[in-house]
């Protein structure tokens, strides 16, 4: 799989296996214009390779360096960028904002962002699965909860996380004298496509670059191409019988594009009874040929 296709939390894994050195800089709060929101990761090895982003780019050069720094002295930094509305356009920002940005080392003697915890948030993005890390980041401890043992964690945590899953949003508690850093771990969001057709060529480029995982079911495998579709999972059963593998749930959009009954039909039942968030369908418009018939009008319609 190539890279651009895996987590940051993957990527982290395969990066630590190589033997680099690590440290993950964070996004664990915003104000006002931040074009990255909380939950943005960059990751820096030693030699100064990254990847992801926490800024688009603005104070990246910064964080980069600090982020050497982490790895070399094994600390970590809380840092805090704000710019002025005056300021905003030479830095890159479209207006005024700021934000604080957490950049922590990974390494063997880390209890924070270990490699086990890491290793076990790539499963799980691999799996499709989703989770809620919880950072103490006044005592540089962390939790990996699933969804239904976030009972094992205080009211507060417990609010949050369920909330932070449903939102796909981190959120920060400062509380006791401690910062605890919430952020979700959910799975890309899914597209199914039923009907490898040349609306589908187009929509996937839209799709992807929105960060959906895309499907495309189309049991007519001269449409379904890896040469019309190339990098795209395809799928060649009968579409209902697609979704009955696939199984759409709350972060599932399906969308219908084959303008055949017999393929989008039993897709839009299975879907219509599924969770998905969308369901579209691509609808026949009038025929723009047809002759009108009504009696004293001529011409077409």
């Known amino acids: 799989m190539r890279e651009a296709d895996l987590s ?3 990527i982290a894994v395969n990066w630590l296996q190589q ?3 690590l440290a993950v800089a964070t996004v664990i709060k915003t104000w006002g214009s931040s ?5 943005s990761m960059l990751l820096v090895d030693s030699k100064g390779n990254f990847q992801g982003s926490v800024s688009g780019g603005c104070v990246e050069s910064a964080v980069i360096a600090t982020a050497l720094d982490c790895i070399a002295e094994n600390k970590t930094e809380r840092l805090r960028f704000a710019v002025s509305n005056d300021r905003a356009w030479e830095v890159g920002l479209a207006c ?3 934000m604080d940005i957490w950049v922590e080392p990974v390494g063997a003697e880390s209890v924070g962002l270990s490699p086990a915890l890491l290793q ?3 499963a799980a993005c691999h799996a499709q699965q989703s989770r809620v890390l919880v950072r103490n980041l006044s005592t540089h401890t962390a939790t990996l909860y699933q ?13 949050a996380g369920a909330h932070s899953l449903a939102t796909d949003n981190c ?7 401690q910062m605890v850093f919430i952020q979700p771990v959910n799975p890309a969001l899914r597209m199914l496509i039923i009907g490898a057709v040349h609306i589908a060529q187009k929509l996937i480029t839209i799709a992807s670059t929105c960060g959906y995982h895309l499907v495309i079911i189309d049991p007519r495998q001269s449409f379904a191409s890896e040469e019309r579709f190339p990098d795209v999972l395809l799928h060649t059963d009968w579409p209902d019988k697609a979704l009955e593998t696939l199984k759409p749930d709350h972060r599932t959009a399906v969308i219908t594009l084959t303008h055949d009954p017999k393929l989008d039909e039993p897709a839009l039942a299975m879907a219509l009874h599924s969770s998905a ?3 579209g369908a691509l609808g026949k418009p009038e025929d723009p040929c047809r002759q009108d018939t009504t009696p004293g009008r001529a011409g077409g319609k």
């Open 171 to 177: 959120q920060l508690l400062e509380r006791q004298r």
């Open 19 to 21: 033997g680099s050195a």
């Open 8 to 10: 940051l939390f993957e």
């Open 96 to 98: 005024g904002g700021e």
């Open 120 to 122: 076990q948030a790539a």
């Open 35 to 39: 074009p990255c929101p909380a939950g």
């Open 147 to 159: 969804p239904d043992s976030l009972d094992a964690a205080d009211a507060d945590i417990q609010a």
């Open 277 to 279: 968030f969308y369901i």
